[in-house]
């Protein structure tokens, strides 16, 4: 059974940068697309990046894309988010989400791949701030 752990949020300063990471275990990440989401207090989760099983297509949300960037290692079962110029608007917990693939590395994703539903391992998440 995949199990998935997100660490690496802080509080930062506006502008700067932090680089989330998700680290799997229980299952080899080759047969996993990853998304990465967030969520304010009293607001519902947003889905803001994905990332296909052999890391070959990626897709960013309009808030995110040009700062933030995901990436993986499958052989260190490792996803992680770089996320730079960071704003207030940026505050939230972050959480990673993995969904099966049929085919390792021959996925591809595209702006349908932030659906939750889609999701069915979630990591616990970690919180950044941004203060104004």
């Known amino acids: 059974q995949l199990q998935l752990v997100e660490s690496g949020g802080a509080l930062v300063q506006p502008g700067e940068s932090l680089r989330l990471s998700c680290e799997a275990s229980g299952a080899s990440l080759d047969y996993y697309a990853i998304a990465w989401f967030r969520q304010v207090p009293g607001k519902e989760r947003e889905g803001i990046s994905c990332?296909?099983?052999?890391?070959?297509?990626?897709y960013y949300t309009d808030p995110v894309k040009g700062r933030f960037t995901v990436s993986r290692i499958n052989v260190q079962n490792t996803v992680y988010l770089q996320m730079n110029t960071l704003q207030a608007e940026d505050t939230a917990v972050y959480f990673c989400?993995?969904?099966?693939?049929?085919?390792?590395?021959?996925?591809?994703?595209?702006?349908?791949?932030?659906?939750?539903?889609?999701?069915?391992?979630w990591g616990q998440g970690t919180q950044v701030t941004v203060p104004s």
């Open positions: 990332i296909s099983s052999g890391g070959q297509s990626t």
């Open positions: 989400a993995a969904r099966r693939v049929r085919a390792r590395f021959r996925d591809m994703v595209y702006d349908d791949c932030i659906g939750q539903d889609r999701y069915n391992i």
